[in-house]
């Protein structure tokens, strides 16, 4: 096949590739949105109701009193509250995963939409039939071999895009974790001052405001690694192992508030676990990003070999 129809088909091949997956991403964005909406929807009564069992405490009533006056209430309360919490992150974590994915769907549809796209099938029907035409005068076994060489060349090279975007997406997560992973070290420190130096109010007080710091950095590295799957999605034989972390493993407890020795320390194993899960998360993604640097040096060889075997043909 000469060079120009070669040139064309690998073109046309490479753009049909590339609007397949931004159909299927698309599809796979909207299943996700609509899951994460009724999700959503779900921890939205959840944290209702534990809100009203909070207010509902504090209502005034000669129960309540009676409870108050014999120690009961402060323990309920305290349950209570941290029940809450609990619910407000998950939710709160819940309102920014569909914010996320609003965005995604929206940036798709648009890219989907582009009018680089609008001809497409019409075009390659078009280059299909003069290919055939072509090979039907030209009827030579080297000209199978070249055509054979084009679609490999296709293939790896379309493969290696895939390998760098997921690649990129990587290294990404990989930052995003080491700050969220350092933000939490500064808490733990203060936490251990906090839990077994007995800190006091002040270094409490920093203690949270470092937590709470994390909120935003580990919420960018659950969104950087939801982005870092749906690129490894696209790479064949790519490790594509779920890299999700529970976020809901660092929150605020209520020591602040009801500072002893016991809810202390458990804020201090809850920071210390989520720092070992972020940790442990970093390590997956740097053993995935060296399978997929070796697989691009195997694509680079391959196309090293595709070029010789042109050439011989070529120039006999």
Not at 31 to 49: G, H
Not at 149 to 170: K, L, N
Not at 279 to 298: C, P, T, Y
């Amino acid at each position: 096949m000469n060079e120009t129809m070669q040139e064309r088909q690998m073109a046309l091949t490479m753009k049909r590739n590339e609007y397949a997956r931004v159909c299927r991403r698309l599809d796979d964005a909207q299943t996700r949105l609509s899951a994460a909406v009724a999700e959503n929807r779900q921890l939205e009564r959840a944290l209702t109701k534990e809100q009203k069992d909070v207010m509902d405490l504090g209502k005034f009533s000669f129960l309540n009193k009676l409870k108050e006056w014999t120690g009961s209430l402060d323990t309920r309360m305290e349950k209570e509250i941290a029940e809450a919490a609990a619910a407000e992150v998950a939710y709160n974590e819940s309102v920014k995963h569909v914010e996320d994915l609003e965005y995604e769907v929206s940036v798709l549809k648009k890219t989907a939409a582009d009018p680089d796209y609008a001809y497409l099938d019409e075009e390659w029907a078009a280059f299909i039939e003069e290919k055939e035409l072509w090979i039907r005068m030209n009827d030579e076994t080297s000209q199978a071999t070249l055509q054979k060489i084009a679609d490999d060349r296709v293939r790896i090279r379309s493969m290696m895009r895939e390998v760098d975007e997921a690649f990129e997406a990587g290294e990404k997560a990989e930052r995003a974790l080491d700050r969220a992973i350092d933000k939490l070290s500064n808490a733990e420190g203060l936490s251990m001052w906090d839990t077994f130096l007995g800190g006091g109010l002040l270094v409490s007080a920093l203690k949270y405001s470092e937590v709470n710091s994390s909120d935003d950095l580990v919420h960018q590295a659950q969104r950087a690694l939801r982005h870092y799957e749906t690129e490894l999605m696209d790479v064949q034989e790519a490790a594509t192992a779920s890299f999700q972390v529970n976020r809901n493993d660092i929150f605020t407890f209520t020591d602040l508030f009801f500072d002893n020795i016991f809810s202390d320390f458990a804020v201090h194993s809850r920071i210390t676990e989520g720092k070992q899960k972020l940790n442990g998360v970093l390590q997956d993604v740097r053993r995935v990003q060296s399978r997929l640097m070796q697989k691009k040096e195997a694509s680079e060889a391959e196309l090293v070999r595709l070029d010789a075997d042109e050439k011989r043909i070529l120039l006999g």
